[in-house]
């Protein structure tokens, strides 16, 4: 895995982690 690749894959983990933070506050599962 290249340095970009490693990069984009934090990221987009990075980015999914954030949207469960998110919809989690917005909605939260009780």
């Not at 894959?9 to 506050?25: C, K, V």
Request: no cysteine; charged share 30%.
């Amino acid at each position: 895995m290249s340095e970009d690749e490693r990069f984009k894959f934090e990221w987009q983990q990075w980015q999914d982690d954030l949207l469960g933070i998110t919809e989690n506050a917005v909605f939260p599962i009780h």
